[in-house]
């Protein structure tokens, strides 16, 4: 046993001499590094090799890095980069005025428009939100990117980046893009999702340049498993037409298929109360995950020109059914832009009522909305449509009383309708009404986009 100790100490002392590391080098490395080859050493000091250490770690250690680096591996793979991305709730009212009572922002809000009568309602549409609007491509990276470009159906209606739905890429998908952008209101940052209806396009093959047709509907399933979307709300109907088409991303009957995804029809009804809204119950499947089911709101029956009847007031039925959702609430109409947005400028007036933050009149909210989803609201109708159905609103609840004065109000909005009504049959576009420069939520108030 004493010839053991002797030679340990023997080994122990020329060990340490063979390292020739001083106290300076041992305080710049890391208190694992147990020795350094001194012929390396010398190379470094002399320049002729980078600086490289060899470390000694016992097993154990490296095992632990390793567990940890694996760790870590896998933290980073799953991180939702999306999750980044979304706006947060509004905190305070658009307007900055104070929380009130039902009645009190009834009677404000109904007085505001009664004074302003329907042509005062829509010169200050024309004033805040019409005019040239000018597209910088810099908002808009994603947009045109060449590989998604032919996802967009206009390309007159960009998608903001700052705003827009990022989805996440897995097997079988190298885009994380979707023409879509969150709303946020009091309620939540992500409370709902404008988009434009699913749509079918070509596409070469970058392989062996073949042209395929594909359609976003796969890219419309993806985003609703990802948001775990309880309500898809179709303003618009399924049509052959191919200018106003959109992609049949629910069966009528059965299952189909769409990329990866297995969509099956449980049931459909039509609303006993009101026959212009349809609810589907769809439930769809990726591969083998689990299904998932979410409630498809059509609301048929829209008008081909103009706008509907404002005392029908099918999108308060419809938001009295989302209301409770704690899921982003998907929205779309053909190009998500006209009917889609009128609907969210709606909903989100009534979550501010609910909230007791509803402004005065719709300026306030619609410049909200089209910071988030460009070129929203395209005419004087749809911000005349937005004030009457709200005012229907307060009446059925009698907080506001049905005078003369407001009787009146009702009917100058008849002609005006009719007048754009006319005008939409006769030019077939409406893109020369209603566009407004907006700019970014994060970007100064100054700039354009």
């Not at 147990?34 to 770690?57: F, H, N």
């Not at 709303?183 to 042209?211: E, F, H, K, V, W």
């Not at 039509?270 to 059509?298: A, L, W």
Request: proline share 4%; charged share 25%.
């Amino acid at each position: 046993m004493t010839k053991l100790k002797e030679l340990f100490k023997i080994f122990k002392k020329k060990t340490s001499q063979s390292a020739n590391v001083n106290e300076d080098d041992q305080g710049s490395t890391n208190s694992r590094i147990r020795s350094v080859r001194a012929s390396k050493k010398l190379a470094m000091q002399q320049g002729s090799i980078e600086p490289t250490l060899s470390i000694c770690l016992k097993k154990e250690s490296k095992r632990q890095n390793s567990k940890l680096v694996n760790n870590t591996k896998k933290r980073v793979l799953h991180v939702n980069d999306n999750l980044f991305n979304k706006p947060k709730k509004l905190k305070q009212s658009l307007d900055g005025s104070t929380k009130r009572t039902s009645k009190e922002m009834a009677e404000m809000f109904t007085e505001f428009a009664i004074n302003k009568e329907i042509q005062g309602l829509k010169n200050i549409f024309e004033t805040e939100f019409n005019g040239e609007c000018k597209i910088v491509q810099s908002n808009f990276i994603a947009c045109f990117c060449e590989k998604n470009i032919k996802k967009n159906r206009n390309k007159n209606i960009p998608c903001l980046d700052s705003s827009r739905v990022r989805l996440i890429i897995n097997d079988g998908c190298d885009s994380d893009y979707i023409h879509a952008n969150y709303i946020p209101t009091s309620i939540a940052g992500d409370r709902m999702i404008i988009t434009q209806a699913p749509m079918s396009y070509t596409q070469q093959l970058s392989n062996n340049g073949q042209i395929v047709t594909q359609t976003t509907a796969t890219d419309f399933y993806r985003m609703i498993e990802q948001e775990e979307s309880e309500y898809v709300i179709m303003i618009c109907n399924f049509s052959d037409d191919k200018e106003t088409s959109c992609y049949q991303y629910i069966p009528t009957i059965g299952t189909i298929n769409i990329g990866q995804y297995k969509i099956t029809l449980i049931k459909r009804e039509t609303m006993p109360t009101d026959c212009n809204i349809v609810f589907s119950t769809v439930q769809y499947c990726r591969g083998e995950n689990k299904p998932r089911e979410f409630t498809h709101i059509q609301y048929i029956n829209w008008p081909k020109e103009g706008f509907p009847k404002p005392w029908e007031m099918t999108p308060i039925t419809i938001y009295s059914k989302i209301k409770d959702s704690q899921k982003p609430i998907i929205i779309h109409c053909t190009s998500g832009v006209r009917r889609s947005s009128t609907i969210s400028a709606i909903f989100m007036a009534l979550d501010e009522f609910e909230n007791g933050t509803l402004p005065n009149s719709f300026v306030p909210i619609l410049k909200h909305i089209r910071s988030y989803r460009f070129m929203s609201v395209r005419t004087p109708i749809e911000f005349l449509y937005m004030h009457l159905q709200l005012i229907h609103y307060f009446l059925h609840k009698q907080l506001i009383d049905n005078t003369q004065k407001l009787l009146s109000f009702f009917d100058d909005y008849d002609p005006a309708h009719r007048k754009q009504a006319v005008k939409e049959r006769v030019t077939k576009c409406i893109s020369e009404y209603g566009i407004k420069s907006v700019t970014t939520p994060q970007a100064n108030s100054n700039q354009q986009i």
